[in-house]
């Protein structure tokens, strides 16, 4: 157990749907962040987010679009997605997002398969 | 773009062998963290060591970090089972404050 929670663990939508991924954290933290994983390729930052606001877009298509409405919880809407989105994503925390030394502290992931 | 890679790829040795996995990145780094990820599951936090530290311990794991060569290394001596996981470093280059990480090393300790 890690602090960060997400749900759900597992997620197959239509391309035509809209879904939405869920994050809570329970560490007392200022920053948030939204990775995906996808087999054979590094791990890629998608958003960051600081005291609810986000501080880092990186270059992700608008069919995924983040919410922050406090520091202890983030979500990823997911609305007409393409099944090369198909991954893993892992939400994230850490004390102060402008710390050097800063631990991230990972969820368990949300598997996301689009058919 | 990626800032660091893990190498090898994959390794594969028998419980009680020592594993050599390494980290090399491309500019100067604030500081330099191990993440281990166990199948289908998220990063855990192993070990960071600050650019102006050579090497340091925790447990069975020792890292080092050279400078001059962008590298750094994490053995895992006299390795075991549940040692099996795929092996990350993340670097913050520069001023940034984003954390980077690599494909990994997907190690497999044989019973």
């Known amino acids: 157990e890690t602090g960060v929670t997400q749900t759900p663990r597992h997620l197959v939508m239509g391309m035509t749907n809209k879904k939405s991924l869920k994050c809570e954290q329970h560490l007392g933290h200022n920053a948030m962040y939204w990775y995906k994983q996808s087999a054979k390729k590094p791990l890629e930052l998608m958003f960051v987010y600081s005291l609810e606001e986000r501080v880092e877009n990186n270059s992700v298509p608008s069919r995924f679009s983040p919410e922050c409405p406090n520091s202890s919880h983030l979500f990823l809407h997911l609305h007409t997605l393409q099944p090369e989105d198909s991954a893993l994503y892992l939400c994230?925390?850490?004390?102060?997002?402008?710390?050097?030394?800063?631990?991230?502290?990972f969820g368990e992931g949300s598997w996301l398969t689009v058919v | 773009s990626q800032q660091g890679e893990e190498d090898p790829q994959a390794l594969s040795i028998q419980e009680g062998e020592n594993a050599t996995m390494n980290c090399s990145y491309k500019t100067s780094i604030n500081n330099l963290q191990w993440y281990r990820q166990n199948s289908g599951r998220g990063l855990v936090h192993l070990i960071l060591?600050?650019?102006?530290?050579r090497e340091k311990h925790s447990g069975r794991l020792r890292v080092t970090l050279d400078t001059s060569k962008k590298s750094s290394s994490l053995l895992i001596t006299a390795s075991r089972a549940a040692d099996t996981a795929s092996y990350f470093c993340?670097?913050?280059?520069?001023?940034?404050?984003?954390?980077?990480f690599g494909r990994g090393t997907s190690l497999i300790v044989h019973p």
């Open positions: 060591i600050r650019s102006n530290e």
């Open positions: 993340a670097t913050r280059a520069g001023g940034s404050y984003i954390p980077t």
């Open positions: 994230a925390s850490s004390q102060d997002f402008t710390q050097m030394g800063n631990t991230i502290y």
